[in-house]
């Protein structure tokens, strides 16, 4: 007997649900891309580049913006330090080659940076909406820091009413979620009565305990957390709920 293949939901933006649709396809489940957040740039005006010991990213969002700003090539020969492999990727892409990234969580990032202190500010291509405050952690290890809010992640307003049937009527099994705002989002956007059953079915599958919080506050009831906050530790999780969910 053929099995069908169990259904994800992909909820990352654009630029990284590709990434993680291929890994969960080739784990033998069938990814559903509708991303939650897409990038927007601000267009601000870069400060001097020369005026920086090195550059820090909190994501691959934040290297992406840097990388399309006209002035961003500036930055380039600057040392960066990334908070994990997966921005380490998009820095290299970006034409960085002094990279040192921490282990995926921004506590990682800033004991990374203190332990190899820069010779003089940092440059911080940050997003609009941050969940944590990089600026005054590195602040607190007397390590400046100059932030600049390249891009802003844009929240969708609704479902695509395909995609919310899809969800309603039991079609999609699991969903992934790599950031807190994005189940913050999909959760207001399952918070009807329509989607209570929903909310007791999905499984949703979350890159860390603080991502899943939203979810649980909302009353959806099956929740994985990955072993570690990376992509890879993601597809172990995947490949766990794949298996737990074939019947024979």
């Known amino acids: 007997m053929t099995l069908t293949p169990r259904r994800v939901l992909v909820t990352r933006p654009r630029a990284d649900a590709g990434r993680t649709a291929a890994g969960l396809a080739a784990i033998g489940l069938e990814p559903v891309i509708a991303p939650l ?28 913006a840097l990388a399309e700003h006209k002035d961003g090539d500036g930055f380039t020969h600057l040392p960066l330090f990334a908070v994990g492999e997966h921005t380490a ?21 800033v004991e990374l940076i203190a332990a190899n202190r820069p010779s003089g500010p940092i440059f911080y291509p940050a997003a609009q909406h941050q969940s944590g405050d990089l600026t005054g952690l ?32 039991g079609e999609i099994e699991g969903a992934v979620f790599f950031s807190r705002r994005t189940a913050t989002i999909f959760a207001g956007l399952l918070a009807g009565e329509r989607f209570a059953a929903t909310r007791r079915a999905l499984s949703c599958l979350c890159l860390a305990e603080n991502v899943a919080e939203p979810l649980v506050d909302s009353h959806f009831l099956r929740i994985g957390l990955a072993d570690a906050p990376s992509h890879a530790a993601m597809l172990v999780l995947a490949l766990a709920f794949a298996r737990d969910q074939i019947s024979p």
């Open 37 to 64: 957040l897409e990038a927007q740039m601000t267009g601000i005006a870069l400060p001097p580049a020369q005026d920086y010991a090195a550059v820090a990213a909190t994501s691959a969002n934040g290297v992406r």
């Open 89 to 109: 990727n998009a820095a290299r892409a970006a034409g960085f080659s002094r990279i040192l990234f921490a282990q995926g969580t921004l506590a990682h990032l």
């Open 138 to 169: 590195l602040a607190q290890r007397e390590i400046a820091v100059t932030p600049r809010i390249l891009y802003a992640m844009r929240a969708v307003e609704a479902l695509p009413p395909d995609l919310a049937d899809r969800l309603a009527a």
